[in-house]
């Protein structure tokens, strides 16, 4: 007997408990389909254990062989033949419930269909049914169903073989699989610190869709953006709300043909008012001096404690101050270089508030050179007679007073002139030794 399956009309029967799985319902409890069909004395049963997978089901394929003839037939090779979207578990091919040796998987012959063939010693696998004898061997395989599989349409199974007897090709004899939409579930991750007009992460997270599948974002129902999953599931967007309020939050995906629509649980999210813009001015610095110390003042608008001024010479940091309830931020600070000046306050903002700067230029004169005030020599002096009492400054140059006194009696004072000289006319009103005190005021 040849090509039985040209020279005979076979006649097959096809029991499952669902033939198609219902479009969309993704992973279910497995599915058993089965067809039984004849070829002349020839009977195959062939058998699923889930006709209706999910994406990443293992299902196991398996053909029973038999006779209802005395007339024997051996097995030299089966092809089990099946969807390319679904893939070959290594390992898993066995005949009479032993391991087949180094069976040939090809994925895709290019017709959308891959194979497991497996060969045999001539004499290895006989089908017979006689008085005393019977054997009806099964050849079974395991499968994984992949990605690719389209939803909710019949696939097409099968499997071709050769034997003592002839060929029978019964490739697309099935049964069927049919794969439903992948099951989806959709997270939306806490949202804190919402503010208006300022940006806002929002992160969803998803299972059983596939990377570059779009997540929209909605606040009740109208869609405020979307992101594209990447290889972890993972979407975002970066939303600005505009008001301030509390608002309802959702992360919905719409679905593809490969997997179900999902949403998360609605998130009530609390916006909370945009931030109050801020001044911030330097008061002015005057009589600032290499070497003394002097109080850098700024005032923060509007006016609540929180958060600190930095105050800066140029590009160098010189501090910080605390803003007090006033609204007032200081810092002391030595100049340690005469000349012009660039001073910056930075406010750093606090809750509620944004942050600003400004700057203002001062003047730094030179540090103070030491004085030395010499009192000239005093003769003559007489009671109720006017004496002249002066003193030389050095550095010489005008500028600043000189006080003279007797003892703890301040006496009076002279301005300094050019040449670094000052007098005073002193009339003495008691006779004796007086000790006589010259001080330059600087």
């Known amino acids: 007997m040849t090509n039985r399956h040209v020279a005979r009309k076979l006649a097959a029967t096809t029991t499952a408990a669902s033939a198609l799985a219902l479009f969309g ?38 053909t029973q062989f038999s006779r209802n003839s005395w007339t024997d037939e051996y097995i030299y090779n089966i092809k089990d033949r099946h969807p390319a979207c679904i893939t070959y578990v290594p ?19 290019g017709n959308g269909g891959g194979y497991v063939r497996a060969s045999f010693g001539s004499t290895s696998w006989v089908v017979q049914n006689r008085p005393g004898f019977h054997s009806s061997p099964t050849f079974s395989v395991q499968y994984k169903v992949g990605h690719g599989c389209a939803r909710g349409a019949a696939l097409t199974t099968g499997m071709d073989y050769g034997g003592s007897l002839g060929s029978g090709l019964y490739g697309t004899q099935g049964p069927s699989i049919t794969v439903g939409k992948n099951a989806t579930t959709t997270t939306l991750a806490p949202v804190s610190g919402a ?6 992460t929002l992160t969803a997270t998803m299972t059983g869709g596939s990377a570059g599948d779009t ?3 909605y606040d009740g129902g109208t869609q405020i953006g979307t ?24 992360a919905q995906y719409p679905g593809t043909a490969y997997a179900n629509a999902s949403q998360s649980a609605p998130q009530t999210v609390n916006v909370t008012a945009a931030d109050v813009a801020s001044t911030v001015t330097l008061n002015p610095v005057t009589g600032a001096k290499v070497g003394t110390a002097t109080t850098l003042t700024a005032k923060v608008t509007p006016a609540a404690a929180g958060g600190t001024v930095e105050f800066a010479d140029g590009t160098t940091v010189l501090g910080t101050g605390q803003v007090d309830a006033t609204g007032t ?28 700067n400004t700057t203002g230029q001062v003047s730094v004169v030179a540090a103070d050179v030491a004085s030395t005030t010499v009192l000239n020599p005093v003769t003559g002096a007489k009671v109720g ?22 003892g703890t009696t301040v006496l009076g004072t002279g301005q300094v002139d050019a040449t670094g000289t000052a007098t005073f006319q002193w009339t003495p009103s008691a006779a004796g030794a007086h000790t006589l005190t010259a001080t330059f005021s600087g």
């Open 227 to 250: 992101g594209a999953l990447d290889a972890t599931g993972t979407a975002t967007y970066q939303w600005t709300p505009t008001v301030s309020g509390n608002r309802t939050l959702t």
């Open 329 to 356: 931020a200081t810092f002391q600070w030595t100049p340690s270089a005469a000349g012009a000046h660039t001073l910056t306050a930075t406010f750093s903002g606090r809750d509620g508030v944004t942050g600003s």
């Open 25 to 62: 319902t993704g992973a279910a409890d497995a599915n058993p389909g089965n067809i039984t069909w004849s070829d002349g004395s020839s009977q195959f049963t062939r058998t699923i254990s889930n006709v209706s997978p999910a994406e990443g089901d293992t299902i196991t394929v398996s």
């Open 215 to 217: 997540i929209g974002f």
């Open 195 to 200: 503010r208006a007009g300022q940006p806002v």
């Open 91 to 109: 390992g898993s091919a066995t005949m009479g419930g032993g391991a087949v040796s180094n069976p040939e998987v090809v994925a895709d012959e």
């Open 385 to 406: 007679t006017a004496t002249t009492l002066t003193a030389t400054v050095t550095p010489a140059a005008a500028g600043g007073t000189v006080q003279f006194a007797d």
